[in-house]
């Protein structure tokens, strides 16, 4: 999985927002959307404890190894994506 993320301006409302592609690299409408489905129960598992407020969030399934990955793998790989995007610059 890939994770892009982007703070928004004060006057663009809070919460966090997140959303999910797959290309049709991915596999077929069947395989997009069980990766798709995926991708969304780690961001509902993930991203109440350690997504900031006033952040967008896009989850992008990569071929195969989104589908394929042990579910455990997944959330991991989507938190050290949030420590990379939120720790401190270098």
């Known amino acids: 999985m890939m994770v892009q993320a982007r703070k928004r301006a004060p006057d663009e409302g809070a919460g966090i ?8 690299k991915v596999g077929n409408a069947v395989a997009r959307n069980r990766a798709k489905r995926r991708l969304r129960e780690a961001a509902r ?3 109440p404890s350690q997504g900031k407020d ?13 589908a394929a990955r042990p579910f455990e793998g997944l959330l991991d790989d989507l938190r050290y994506a949030l420590r990379k995007v939120h720790g401190p610059r270098k």
């Open 54 to 66: 006033g952040w967008d969030y896009v989850l992008i399934g990569r071929a195969e190894a989104t």
């Open 17 to 24: 927002r997140v959303g999910f592609t797959c290309s049709k």
């Open 45 to 47: 598992a993930v991203l």
